[in-house]
């Protein structure tokens, strides 16, 4: 049986135990054993990250100095160390669908973003195995959202032609909203500031996104909970993957067997904690 790939793999392990940091390959390193996609890299010494235009606290935002940081940021920066080159980071998508496309057109290597798996979105691309497991979770109304006793469960409560669900457009959370509650009018804004903040005026009786962001935003909006209440849906999970684009297989196997390792040596896990304040399995 042909083995066409298992050369580049000591390959692989060999420089990066002579060098180990990002940039070190040189121009004289031979690539001809690598596949096509993981050369391409390896040649321009840099990988290109595709992440979301608006930061995304606790993933990829800004810190007091400016620097970019993020729980998706440092495993962007391992990821290019462990490959041996630099890491650019492309945030020109105004959209999470933006960035699926970005790859799937072959103009970033991968997208790291707090970006949810679709079946609408895998035509386009393909998804890593996911590296945290966030939930489905609403940021409700109080004066619109269901009365004190009411025993309806959630999603038949939210699955009403009278009920209008508010989300990010160009999210997953629009092909939840649309498949789950095909009832709703579903309501999309730019960002997730518009979408709680028709939340709190109770222009829409409920906002679907995920719990970490919606945790953050009450946490900096504490004056804010008067108006509305959260729900998080833990039978609804969301898993964060990292998209390759669909003609790069030997790239997503290798993303697939990084993933794997830093799960195996507490890596990720250590990550998870630092970012999310508490393990989020994958």
């Known amino acids: 049986m042909k083995r066409p790939y298992f050369g580049w793999l000591w390959l692989v392990a060999g420089m990066l135990a002579g060098f180990g940091l990002p940039g070190?390959?040189?121009?004289?390193?031979?690539?001809s054993l690598m596949p096509p996609d993981i050369?391409?890299?390896?040649?321009?010494?840099?990988?290109?990250?595709?992440?979301?235009?608006?930061?995304?606290?606790?993933?990829?935002?800004?810190d007091k100095a400016g620097q970019l940081c993020g729980l998706d940021v440092d495993l962007a920066e391992s990821i290019a160390q462990t490959l041996g080159v630099k890491v650019r980071f492309d945030r020109s998508s105004a959209t999470f669908d933006g960035l699926v496309d970005f790859v799937a057109a072959g103009q970033a290597d991968l997208a790291i973003s707090c970006?949810?798996?679709t079946p609408r979105r895998a035509m386009l691309a393909n998804f890593s195995t996911p590296y945290v497991r966030l939930y489905q979770a609403l940021l409700i109304n109080r004066v619109k959202g269901p009365r004190a006793g009411n025993a309806l469960p959630i999603d038949q409560w939210l699955n009403a032609?009278?009920?209008?669900?508010?989300?990010?457009?160009g999210s997953s959370y629009m092909d939840f909203a649309v498949k789950d509650y095909p009832k709703a009018e579903i309501v999309a804004y730019e960002d997730f500031d518009k979408a709680a903040a028709?939340?709190?005026?109770?222009?829409?009786?409920?906002?679907i996104f995920d719990n970490s962001?919606?945790?953050l935003w009450v946490q900096q909006h504490p004056e804010e909970v008067l108006y509305v209440q959260t729900r998080i849906m833990k039978d609804k999970e969301d898993p964060l993957s990292i998209v390759v684009n669909w003609q790069d297989a030997q790239l997503l196997n290798w993303i697939n067997t990084y993933l794997a390792t830093m799960e195996g040596e507490g890596r990720l896990t250590a990550l998870r904690v630092k970012w999310l304040?508490?393990?989020s399995s994958p």
Request: hydrophobic content about 40%.
């Open 213 to 215: 962001q919606i945790t």
């Open 39 to 62: 050369r391409r890299i390896v040649k321009r010494g840099e990988l290109i990250v595709a992440m979301h235009r608006e930061d995304g606290a606790p993933f990829y935002t800004l």
């Open 24 to 31: 070190s390959w040189s121009a004289e390193t031979d690539t």
């Open 161 to 169: 032609p009278n009920i209008r669900i508010g989300t990010i457009s």
């Open 277 to 279: 304040g508490k393990e």
């Open 198 to 207: 028709a939340a709190v005026r109770g222009d829409v009786h409920a906002v």
């Open 115 to 117: 970006i949810s798996r």
